[in-house]
């Protein structure tokens, strides 16, 4: 057998004897004991593992998803889709309003998402310190944190130029006097592919996949796989154990096995969405009432430019750039929202986009010369911005209600405007909004017309979410909070929840760093109060 050209640091890790557990694979129930049992194997999750295998604790993981590697990766949507993405990366809303992307395999969303690595900003910050009772909200408590992780997961300054795609939101936003930024990537070796949502082929992304679980299962932890936490049994104010459904090898259906993990203490990390819906199914207590509620998504709008030159927005870095400049308003005035540009292939543009028939085949037959835009709505500041609330459908499986309100819909309507402009300030010939009476413009003055009078509405504009944030917010006052500023879960003396749920609002900001810090943060924390020792350092 011939020594692959890329190699692969998953097989290499299972041929060297990693403990890994796959209950697709399971011919009897089992049962598990560990100091730490962590739910989600994602941002929140894989940073928690490694810090605390490090630190000595016998760790166990589960992962609802199967564990894939680059060997795996074949850049091909009809097979990432199904293979890594909750419910093929067609969740929705209740109302079908909102589509949400949401990652389901070994490193959670950091094995799919996009590389784009932003700190908490300040202004987000500054209101959790004031409305949320978290003194340590700050960027200078916070900064050693996401220095860690920035060293450890190599975010750093992309090098390379922008690819087309991008180019233009930095063109056309400086032909109109809109400053423009550059995002960091965590990647290490980027080969400038672009197909960063199908998993990384080459390992350069620094998921978690490739980092922390790695690290972790390299000092002793467990992985279990293809396994779904159903729910807690708690005795007193105790999580006793946590039960586990087995899922068939396409990850869909329970198999009739089940495992029992217990554990000295566990942490809840299976991402907003699903980490509510496990406390929910478990009956967790819910003093403040708060649990599963106020659930961000940073509601995405999408406009789509058409270029003379070929743009090939599949191609490079998929966000390198981007503008805040809409963000420069109070928190709770009228919605800010975030541009950015990203990579575009044929199933999820043909998916996302409006139109049917001969024009949506003309778009796609202009698919080279295609340029997207994203703006993506800060929510969760505004009383007319409260986010929705996670509910269990009768199998136990999640949904969330998102109601979209007329504070929303105005946002909408401005950043299509925004990005309409910018598109043709770029030297777009023309601008079709992601609108079901939207059609392709042929001039800004035309477009702003058209923008002006479309009816904003539920399955009229589409809206799209790859962030999923809150439902088990942190706070100060215990009225607010379901959890501590620690993570520790209000009703439960050895529960913790280390992931996106955590935050009382959006960030406006892509969430990925601010995760990986506040993760290390707590899982240090927690690290100290179980070993009575400092934590272990992730790898540098």
């Known amino acids: 057998m011939s020594t692959p050209i890329i190699p692969d640091p998953i097989r290499a890790g299972i041929a060297k004897g990693w403990k890994i557990l796959d209950a697709a694979a399971l011919t009897q129930d089992r049962v598990l004991e560990a100091d730490v049992v962590i739910v989600g194997s994602g941002a929140g999750g894989g ?3 490694e810090i605390l295998a490090r630190s000595g604790l016998s760790v166990i993981v589960v992962e609802e998803g199967a564990l ?4 795996d990766f074949k850049m091909r949507e009809a097979e990432a889709y199904p293979a890594l993405y909750q419910e093929s990366a067609a969740r929705k809303t209740v109302d079908k309003g909102i589509n949400i992307l949401q990652g389901r395999t070994v490193g959670g969303s950091t094995t799919v998402n996009w590389t784009s690595s932003f700190r908490t900003p300040a202004a987000t910050l500054d209101w959790w310190r004031r409305h949320y009772a978290l003194p340590e909200a700050t960027p200078e408590t916070l900064a050693p944190w996401f220095a860690m992780m920035e060293a450890r997961l190599h975010i750093a300054d992309w090098q390379g130029a922008p690819n087309e795609n991008n180019d233009i939101l930095r063109r056309g936003a400086r032909q109109l006097g809109i400053p423009t930024g550059l ?57 006793d154990e946590l039960l586990c459904r087995a899922l068939d090898p396409a990850g869909v259906y329970p198999t009739g096995r089940s495992l029992r993990l217990r554990a000295r203490h566990y942490v809840v990390a299976g991402g907003a969405i699903n980490s509510p819906a496990l406390l929910l199914r478990s009956q967790a207590p ?11 998504l940073h509601p995405t709008l999408i406009s789509a430019a058409f270029f003379p030159q070929r743009v090939e927005a599949w191609a490079g870095a998929p966000q390198t750039v981007y503008s805040d400049h809409f963000l420069a308003g109070p928190p709770d005035g009228p919605i800010g929202y975030k541009l950015e540009a990203p990579p575009l292939h044929p199933l999820l543009l043909a998916t996302t986009m409006n139109g049917f028939g001969e024009s949506h085949a003309r778009m796609m037959r202009d698919f080279p010369q295609l340029h997207g835009m ?49 598109q043709f300030a770029a030297g777009a010939t023309g601008v079709q909004p992601a609108h079901e009476m939207a059609r392709r413009y042929a001039s800004w003055r035309e477009a702003s017309a ?91």
């Not at 986010?387 to 909408?412: C, I, N």
């Open 286 to 296: 819910d003093p403040s009432g708060l649990l599963g509620r106020r659930t961000f």
């Open 450 to 540: 058209a923008i002006a009078e479309l009816p904003q509405g539920l399955q009229l504009t589409r809206v799209a979410s790859a962030h999923v944030m809150g439902g088990c917010a942190m706070s100060g006052d215990e009225r607010l909070g379901v959890a501590t500023p620690e993570g520790r879960y209000r009703g439960l003396a050895n529960l913790s929840v280390h992931d996106g749920s955590l935050f009382p609002t959006s960030l406006g900001a892509n969430p990925q760093l601010s995760i990986y810090g506040l993760a290390a943060k707590l899982a240090s924390g927690l690290a100290t109060a179980l070993t009575g020792r400092p934590a272990a350092r992730p790898a540098a």
């Open 183 to 239: 995002i960091r990537r965590n990647v290490n070796g980027c080969w400038n592919l672009g197909y960063c949502g199908m998993g990384c082929p080459t390992n350069a992304k620094q998921s978690m996949l490739v980092t922390t679980i790695p690290a972790a299962l390299d000092h002793g932890a467990t992985l279990i796989t293809r396994a779904r936490a159903e729910r807690f049994a708690f005795k007193g104010e105790r999580a």
């Open 47 to 49: 940073v928690t593992a």
């Open 68 to 71: 894939t590697s680059s060997s």
């Open 374 to 422: 994203l703006a993506l709505l800060r929510d969760g500041f505004h009383e007319e911005a409260p986010g929705g609330s996670v509910r269990l459908r009768a199998d136990g499986s999640p949904e969330l209600d998102y109601p979209l309100t007329g504070y929303l819909w105005d946002g909408a309507r401005r950043a299509l405007l925004t990005m309409a402009e910018i």
